[in-house]
């Protein structure tokens, strides 16, 4: 019986620590910063070490590096096919910038919440 009982509470609390993490990694977005160009829609970066680029291609110049983060969007087109294994596939490429003014760089749709095409910013 002891053992049983002690199998129980493990298995109990791997469910726990399970839950927690799940819980940790689905956090909510925090809140978009001011300073944002306020025409434009606000989109996040939702990954880590995503690259901006100079145009909606992985061959083209990397502008910057973001993780959780923030963006101004411009507008969207498609561009070059980008396949994550871990999130999947997509086309869509939005284009951004840091604040308002500020240069323009591009970042795949795969790594902004709001899907495969983002409602709220025009197509270019």
Not at 66 to 86: E, F
């Amino acid at each position: 019986m002891k053992r049983l009982t002690r199998h129980s509470v493990t298995a109990l609390a791997a469910v726990l620590l399970t839950a927690g993490a799940l819980t940790a990694t689905a956090q909510a977005a925090p809140a978009a910063p001011s300073g944002g160009d306020p025409t434009l829609t606000d989109v996040y970066i939702w990954a880590t070490d995503v690259r901006l680029r100079q145009e909606p291609t992985t061959d083209s110049n990397v502008l910057a590096v973001r993780s959780t983060y923030w963006l101004d969007a411009v507008c969207q087109k498609q561009g070059q096919y980008v396949n994550d294994p871990a999130v999947g596939g997509n086309s869509w490429w939005t284009a951004v910038q840091e604040f308002s003014g500020s240069d323009i760089a591009w970042v795949n749709n795969l790594y902004l919440r709001g899907g495969e095409k983002i409602a709220g910013v025009p197509d270019c």
